[in-house]
């Protein structure tokens, strides 16, 4: 790695109300990442034959924000400024148009999965849902699907119809969508939402990456660039409150009013979730001096859908036990009916299974998804603040020679193949007990000859010694 080996600090001053000594300057909680490659901000053009190729970049470079692409189809990035409303804690959401005549739905955005999926039957806890027998452009696939998440499920039937986005785009987009007709802990209490948008690489697709993800059908059908970016504007608001916050999703580049200062990149280390490296992290300027693998267990990932930042076990203690020697209170507001007092609640929990940087991080960033170049991008938002004071900031680089180089742990398998393997094998055992089968079926006739000692007969035969 070298000497000068360059880093991303993420100092989360976040809507948590940090509550400090006044003594305490350092940032009360850094995630340092490791940095991307550096690219210019035109475009380059592609290398000829006397051109020399750009050489490999190792990933440790400051990356200046991205030229934001001109030939962005049919969609208007002003537009989709303030496109997003929701919470931290119910999730931001997006309105939709489904179907001809359209009907609107509200639509979780969630980097966290992929599949497209709206309420297609009633529920108590939702105030509408998509009727496919009133869209005359809704077309069955024949099949259902079961997704899981972390925390409930749905099943729905898959099929195909018309999606509009009122702000941004001036067309529709026919795209695959599953109608859920059975759900458990999914849809809850105080939501405003009625679906969901998985905007995480098709790997992570269910029945089978083979579906094409709502966002792979945009790029192709809206001739956008593969990027998306989003701003969530809740940082320092109640997680619950009775309102509701803003926030934007721009499809197919950057909005420059959305940020300020410079873009800085980390590299998605693999394309299912967006999966990123963590290089340490800090409690009050001082490290937790675990092992940088310890961060990555088994994965950390940038996701929409998650509430909290959530933390391997072992690294969890550690942030506990870090916060009550330094005294700090790392904390949200909380908002409830009834409640005539203040109420915070801890803003970070346990993971099983990964590290996950969810919506409350989120909230204090113009977050860049760029999956044309393999990366995402972490920027100041201007609406993280509270009484005009920033509850966000970028720093960098910094010396990472007491990192290791390579801080994700290695994996045999990962799920998604882990799936394919499984589905594979109950292929190979289906055939062959089919084979078995009709084997055990079909009449035996037997022609009685003079015995040879050297012949193995048919009442012998390996099949019918095997089952008798």
């Known amino acids: 790695m070298g000497a000068l080996a360059r880093a ?14 006044p003594e305490l300057a350092p940032a009360p909680f850094t995630l ?23 050489r490999h970049a190792d990933g440790l470079a400051l990356a200046l924000e991205p030229a934001l692409a001109s030939a962005a189809g049919a969609a208007n990035f002003l ?9 931290s804690g119910r999730g931001y959401y997006l309105e939709m148009l489904i179907g ?13 999965s992929s599949n497209f999926a709206v309420a297609g039957a009633p529920h108590s806890y939702i105030d509408t849902y998509f009727d496919t027998e009133r869209s005359s452009t809704y077309r069955s696939k024949g099949f259902d699907v079961t997704v899981k998440y972390t925390q409930g499920s749905w099943t729905g039937f898959v099929g195909e119809d018309l999606v509009t986005i009122p702000k941004g785009f001036n067309s529709s987009f026919l795209v695959n969508i599953a109608t859920i007709f059975e759900s458990e802990n999914f849809f809850l209490p105080g939501i405003k939402w009625n679906g969901i ?20 059908s945009l790029v192709t059908q809206a001739n956008i660039p593969n990027i998306f970016s989003m701003q969530m504007c809740g940082a320092g608001l109640p997680v619950a409150g009775s309102g509701t916050n803003g926030g934007s999703l721009v499809l197919g580049g950057i909005e420059p009013s959305l940020y300020k200062g410079d873009i800085w990149y980390t590299p998605i280390k693999e394309e299912w979730y967006y999966q990123i490296e963590i290089l340490k992290l800090e409690i009050g300027g001082q490290s937790l001096n675990l092992d940088c693998r310890e961060y990555n267990a088994d994965k950390a990932i940038v996701d929409s859908g998650t509430t909290l930042l959530r933390l391997p076990q072992k690294v969890f203690d550690a942030v506990v036990e870090a916060v ?20 915070y609640r801890f803003g970070i929990s346990p993971s099983t299974n990964a590290l996950v ?70 292929s190979i055992c289906g055939a062959i007990l089919l084979v078995l089968i009709v084997l055990l079926l079909l009449p035996f006739r037997c022609q009685h000859r003079p015995r040879d000692p050297e012949v193995v007969n048919d009442e012998s035969s390996l099949v019918r010694h095997r089952w008798k």
């Open 100 to 112: 001809t005549p359209p009907q609107k739905l509200q639509i979780l955005v969630d980097t966290g």
């Open 324 to 343: 009550a020697h330094a005294s700090l209170l790392y904390i949200q507001p909380m908002m409830g009916a009834g409640l005539n007092y203040e109420c």
């Open 197 to 216: 948008l998985g905007l995480a690489y098709a790997t992570l697709a269910k029945p089978s990456s083979s579906l094409e993800t709502f966002f792979d």
């Open 8 to 21: 991303l600090l993420l100092p989360l001053l976040a809507q948590w109300l940090l509550r400090a000594a």
């Open 32 to 54: 340092p990442l490791r940095v991307a490659a550096a690219t210019n901000r035109v475009v380059a053009p592609t290398p000829g034959p006397g051109t020399p190729a750009e």
């Open 357 to 426: 940087i969810g919506a409350t991080v989120m909230e204090g960033f113009y977050v860049i998804f760029d999956r044309a170049r393999k990366r995402v991008g972490f920027a100041a938002s201007p609406c993280a603040e509270i009484a005009g004071a920033a509850v966000s900031e970028i720093s960098g680089p910094f010396s990472t020679e007491d990192v290791a180089s390579n801080c994700v742990p290695a994996q045999s398998l990962s799920e998604p193949i882990l799936w394919i393997v499984s589905y594979a094998l109950m």
């Open 79 to 87: 537009a989709m400024v303030d496109n997003l409303q929701g919470d």
